[in-house]
Nanobody
Framework: VVQLVESGGGSVEAGGSLRLSCAAS????????MGWFRQAPGKEREAVAT????????FYADSVKGRFTIPRDNAKNILYLEMDNLQPDDTAMYYC??????????????????WGEGTQVTVAS
């Protein structure tokens, strides 16, 4: 059974930083694609950042480029989302996602089969 458990959410002021973590179990961390998506109230779930496991190639939504990065700790099977210069528009529930397929459409939520429960990020203006 694949389990993805997110942590690290919280409340910060605009301009602040947070680091989210996603611990994966029952999942071959070296294959497929993992990433982060977010969903704000009343809005659709959208991609934030994903990474192809085999190549390390990362993909970012335009809204977070230059502010967010998606490093991995392969030894610990943990995926991170490092978020800098957070803005109120970044307020959302953030979800970790994974797929065993090697090269899915990287920013399409429908391409991912496994999801965590989410962790809330709130940015005050």
């Amino acid at each position: 059974v694949v389990q993805l458990v997110e942590s690290g959410g919280g409340s910060v002021e605009a301009g602040g930083s947070l680091r989210l973590s996603c611990a994966a179990s029952g999942y071959d961390y070296s294959r497929g694609c993992m990433g982060w998506f977010r969903q704000a109230p009343g809005k659709e779930r959208e991609a934030v950042a994903t990474v192809y496991s085999s190549s390390g190639r990362a993909f970012y939504a335009d809204s977070v480029k230059g502010r967010f990065t998606i490093p991995r700790d392969n030894a610990k099977n943990i995926l991170y989302l490092e978020m800098d210069n957070l803005q109120p528009d970044d307020t959302a529930m953030y979800y970790c996602a994974a797929t065993p397929f090697l090269y899915p459409e990287p920013l399409a939520a429908t391409a991912f089969q496994f999801w965590g429960e989410g962790t809330q990020v709130t940015v005050a203006s």
